[in-house]
């Protein structure tokens, strides 16, 4: 794909995610560089290019709380005032839907920094993703049997129960989308391969990510996890996190939630995952090489991620993503929206693989 800036990251942002128009107010939640998160620059080019087009912009920095995160009052007042609502900040996720004033455009950015706003995971049209989402959620909808292994020995069988009603998070836009949305695990059964735990973003707890020297084995039964399996030193290090995270935040410990992979072949992270497992889990899932479950809480997004690298997924014997590589030709309409989207087609000719693997193994 050629011609990739980030401001071309931008205005895909505002024009195809948010259909902004002229005369929009666009409030801009920030979080400051200082948290290691978001970056200084991306407040800036996305303020120009809403300029560019004519928007109204107002930025406000809504900080990092990791604990309490919540809507103060003044903060409200300045939600209300606005038409978008763009949270380059943790607060969009970490908040409640009911929390939201109602009747307002709000967006959630996974692009966190101007390097993710002019790559192809920022420039690729927005459409093209939704549309393969869309394509991808009817072929799950009416599988009779999905089966998901991995090069490290995960396999993990079952037949999905999609909930695709509109829920309470229609107005919030993800940008960019980059994943397909969460299978219910209740009826998923079987064992997954993982080198390490991380967290979801959802709580923040000490020891966030433990790592593994030799893959352990999630065993789970009809969406419950019953053991960890393999390596025994290793397996107790694996049952004492869970042990530790569930009493800490009293929630259920062996529920597995959902699981979802990344669609999105430009979404790339330049980074090494161990600088920061925070950011990692929240922007890097959306690359086809990473396929992730939420655990350990009966809710999403849990508070425990397994992350499944380079999977293989065959959904009614078809394979879609075959060791990380997601085809998305092999979809009923996905040909029609490559050709209708060149820049979304030569992503998935020429896919980032990388994943911020680089310090692992």
């Given amino acids: 794909m050629s011609d990739m800036t980030p401001e071309r990251g931008a205005y895909n942002l505002l024009v195809n995610c948010a259909r902004a128009a002229a005369g929009d107010r666009l409030l801009i939640a ?27 912009v107002d930025t406000v920095d809504v900080g990092f709380n990791p604990d309490n995160p919540h809507l ?46 002019g790559s192809g995971f920022s420039n690729g049209h927005h459409d093209a993703f939704m549309e393969l989402k869309a394509d991808i959620n009817a072929v799950l909808d009416v599988a009779e049997d999905v089966r998901i292994t991995c090069p490290l ?30 299978v219910p695990a209740h009826s998923f059964s079987g064992r997954v391969a993982i080198s390490f735990l991380t967290g979801t973003g959802s709580k923040y707890y000490d020891d966030y990510t433990i790592e593994f020297d030799q893959p352990v084995f999630a065993m ?13 030193a290793n ?36 980074w090494d995952m161990r600088d920061n497992y925070e950011r990692w889990g929240g922007s890097a899932f959306g690359n086809p090489r990473i396929l992730h479950f939420h655990t350990c809480g009966a ?28 085809h998305a ?22 896919p980032d ?6 310090a692992v193994g």
């Fill in 72 to 117: 103060q009052p003044e903060l409200l007042a300045r939600f209300e005032a606005a038409d978008i609502i763009l949270f380059l900040a943790r607060l969009g996720d970490q908040l409640r839907f009911s929390d939201m004033p109602p009747g307002k455009k709000i967006i959630v950015s996974f692009a966190l920094t101007k390097e993710l706003l």
């Fill in 235 to 270: 397996a107790a290090k694996a049952e004492a996190h869970y042990d530790r995270v569930a009493a800490k935040l009293d929630i259920d410990r062996n529920f597995v939630h959902s699981w979802h992979a990344g669609i999105h072949p430009g979404c790339g992270y330049p």
């Fill in 30 to 56: 920030y979080e400051s560089p200082e948290f290691g998160y978001f970056d200084s620059d991306s407040v800036d080019i996305v303020s120009r290019a809403a300029r560019q087009l004519g928007l109204g």
């Fill in 153 to 182: 020995g995960t396999d993990i069988r079952g037949r999905p129960v999609m909930d695709l009603q509109p829920s309470g998070d229609t107005s919030i836009l993800r940008f960019p989308m980059s994943v397909f949305t969460p």
């Fill in 329 to 350: 030709e092999r979809l009923p309409g996905g040909a029609r929206i490559l050709d209708r989207h060149p820049c979304a087609a030569s992503l998935f000719a020429n």
């Fill in 353 to 358: 693989p990388d994943i911020g693997l680089r």
């Fill in 299 to 326: 809710y999403a997004p849990g508070e425990i991620s397994w992350n499944v690298i380079d999977p293989t997924i065959l959904i009614d014997g078809m394979t879609y993503w075959e060791n990380g590589v997601f």
């Fill in 220 to 232: 789970m039964e009809s969406g419950r996890l019953t053991r960890f399996e393999g390596d025994p």
